[in-house]
């Protein structure tokens, strides 16, 4: 099995930045993509950002050019760095694994409150 923790939310005042950490712990053998969702009140989760185990990186429309992904394969770690938040970036924010391109494993979330 395999655990995720987000790390690293918080509240920031609009054009503030934060960075977002995921640890992954437990039976790690064929960790392959990795990713951040967000999910607000009543509403999907959605896709924020992806990095697959080779680097190769998509991002959702609304934060192209504002957030960075990145991963530390070695240490099983991930990363979101976000800079020129918006009010409307607030939300939980959610850390994913796959596992043989077929499991897939959450974190609990982290709150990022941007609000001035």
């Known amino acids: 099995q395999v655990q995720l923790a987000e790390s690293g939310g918080g509240l920031v005042q609009p054009g503030g930045s934060l960075e977002l950490s995921c640890a992954a712990s437990?039976?790690?053998?064929?960790?392959?993509?990795m990713g951040w969702y967000r999910q607000g009140p009543g509403m999907v989760r959605e896709l924020v950002a992806q990095?697959?185990?080779?680097?190769?990186?998509r991002y959702a429309d609304f934060v192209q050019g504002r957030f960075t992904i990145s991963r530390d394969s070695a240490k099983n770690t991930m990363a979101l760095q976000m800079t020129n938040l918006k009010i409307e970036d607030t939300d939980v924010y959610y850390c994913?694994?796959?596992?043989?391109?077929?499991?897939?494993?959450w974190g609990q979330g982290t709150q990022v409150t941007v609000s001035s």
């Open positions: 994913s694994a796959v596992i043989d391109y077929s499991l897939e494993y």
């Open positions: 437990g039976d790690m053998r064929n960790l392959n993509n």
């Open positions: 990095i697959s185990r080779t680097g190769s990186i």
